[in-house]
């Protein structure tokens, strides 16, 4: 993995979103569990689906720097030299700048949230900026990766995720003859 300064932040992103694996997994047992007694966790499915976005927005920026995200490399993967590194920078910077849009957005969506007291219509009435926060701390982290990224590739150096996926192709087993 590529050193950064930031890699306790990633790493704490990585927690948070295992975490949330975790207990949407604590609910659906407890809920299976409750259901052989003819009860139930009260707002199951709500509680798990805040943690599914938990899940997804938090392990943004980890799954990035590790090149786990799905790219479709039809164009880019043909190019090599020069051209390929001023195209990936201007992907990067376009990528940041479209992050950097929705995290605005999700923010003020959920300061309206907390700002308005918009509460789920579930079972439960949790208000919605706690889990509309976890979205905004997704993204927001993703942004930054990718800030970290455009500045690297901007000095010459190769972004995280190509790093990242260039170690592990050497890692890899080949089944040459």
Same mark, same amino acid.
């Given at each position: 993995?590529?050193?950064?300064?930031?890699?306790?932040? %990633?790493?704490?992103?990585?927690?948070?979103?295992?975490?949330?694996?975790?207990?949407?997994?604590?609910?659906?047992?407890?809920?299976?569990? !409750?259901? !052989?007694?003819?009860?139930?966790?009260?707002?199951?499915?709500?509680?798990?689906? %805040?943690?599914?976005?938990?899940?997804?927005? !938090?392990?943004?920026?980890?799954? %990035?720097?590790?090149?786990?995200?799905?790219?479709?490399?039809?164009?880019?993967?043909?190019?090599?030299?020069?051209?390929? $590194?001023?195209?990936?920078?201007?992907?990067?910077?376009?990528?940041?700048?479209?992050?950097?849009?929705?995290?605005?957005?999700?923010?003020?969506?959920?300061?309206?949230?907390?700002?308005? $007291?918009?509460?789920?219509?579930?079972?439960?009435?949790?208000?919605?900026?706690?889990?509309?926060?976890?979205?905004?701390?997704?993204?927001?982290?993703?942004?930054?990766?990718?800030?970290?990224?455009?500045?690297?590739? !901007?000095?010459?150096?190769?972004?995280?995720?190509?790093? $990242?996926?260039?170690?592990?192709?050497?890692?890899?087993?080949?089944?040459?003859?």
């Amino acid at each position: 993995m590529t050193s950064s300064p930031l890699n306790p932040l %990633y790493r704490l992103m990585e927690i948070l979103s295992g975490l949330a694996l975790i207990g949407i997994g604590c609910i659906i047992l407890a809920d299976v569990g !409750l259901r !052989l007694v003819a009860s139930q966790v009260p707002a199951s499915d709500d509680f798990s689906g %805040y943690g599914l976005v938990a899940v997804l927005f !938090l392990g943004l920026a980890p799954a %990035y720097r590790r090149g786990e995200h799905i790219r479709v490399g039809l164009i880019i993967d043909r190019i090599g030299g020069p051209v390929r $590194h001023g195209l990936e920078t201007v992907l990067l910077a376009a990528a940041m700048v479209a992050i950097g849009w929705a995290t605005f957005w999700c923010g003020r969506m959920a300061f309206d949230s907390w700002r308005f $007291h918009d509460v789920a219509s579930g079972l439960v009435a949790v208000p919605l900026w706690i889990p509309q926060l976890s979205m905004v701390v997704g993204l927001a982290v993703f942004a930054v990766a990718l800030a970290e990224d455009l500045l690297r590739a !901007l000095k010459g150096g190769t972004p995280s995720h190509l790093a $990242h996926a260039a170690a592990s192709a050497e890692d890899a087993p080949t089944f040459e003859r």
